[in-house]
């Protein structure tokens, strides 16, 4: 009898002991959640941080961008350089974005005195194959038609610049808020070193097209057979700056 009473006794024990670690153990894995619940906790914290910081930052360059570009129509320029290449004075672009197109107009009116009055002046090597092909092909090139300003080329252009300013994108592909309709585009980020005319700068950047071997930007600016353009110049979160040019082959 005693030997039972004994045996139920460390019987009761042992299970007292399997309770306490098992207890033991749901302490200690409720302890490891709160902590892990805890850190979750803190990186959410920061996560929201940063996000409120980017929302701010994304708020002050909407600002910015609103009053230094407002959406109005620009005030109609009329002047008339030296080379007796027009500057357009439609209502709708900037007098920077109107004299882009007017340097882009000089390379095709007049490529022979645009090569020496804005490209050689400008350029430190005549060397390199960009360089150098930029040479011959206004050596060669015959004098073509003007690009004529375009509303419809300028809302596009517009809407393009401004959706990779904000986004700090680069390329061509739109959203859908960017409708297509257009036949060629030129797109520009930063600023090259060049010229301190910022026009004739990004300008001089699109026709070296340094490190593009299609030469794409240059063909495009140089092409007969468009006949409409216009360019917008917005604020590039990357970039500083970014300039699209659409071009139609239409009227």
Known sequence: MKLLQMFLT?????????????????????????VTIKKLHLKIKTLQQQNNGLLDSLAIFKNYAASRYPSKTHTATNIRPESGVEVSNDSFQTAREKKILYYMNYARVKPKEFLKTGVLPNLKDTTGYYERTLIETLRKMKAVSPLMASKKMYALALC???ESGLTGYVGHIRSHGCAKGYNAECCAYGHANYSSDEALNYVLQLLVDDGVPSLGHREIILLPWLKTAAVSLQPHVSYGENVVIDFSATN
């Open 160 to 162: 393009h610049a401004r």
């Open 10 to 34: 460390v019987v009761v024990f042992l299970q007292g002991c399997v309770s306490i670690t098992k207890y033991q153990r749901v302490v200690l894995a409720n302890a490891s959640q709160r």
